[in-house]
């Protein structure tokens, strides 16, 4: 697990947004092919498909490998519609997460305990 300081998370910040909205907007389009998806899949044992199924496929893998991308960086990723991320952070000696979500602005503002979530946001 790779820990942030305020400003290292800070600084990846920039380069994390555009991830973040990319997801967002694939998960809205997945979210609108899913109903049909499932119906695809229960008749693919008689050869079913469905009309835009190579769309649905891209957006499951285009998901999947921006979320890995944030992996890497050591972001972990909370929530596909929100944009909301967290980093973890040294704090007074134990791991608490600094906290950011699409609309909280350019900078971390936000940390909570690993076991309060998003709901025991603090100021920072």
Known sequence: MKLFTVEE???VLP????????????YAKIEVMRDEARTAAAASQFGGG???????????????????????IGVELKDYSRGLIDFPCMRNDRIVLLCWQIGDGDEIAWWHETDAGFAGRKPL
């Open 9 to 11: 998370a800070n600084a």
């Open 15 to 26: 380069s994390v947004i555009p991830k973040l909205l990319d997801i967002r907007e694939l």
């Open 50 to 72: 469905m009309p835009g199924g190579t769309t649905y496929v891209n957006a499951l893998y285009q998901v999947g490998k921006l979320t890995t991308e944030l992996g890497v």
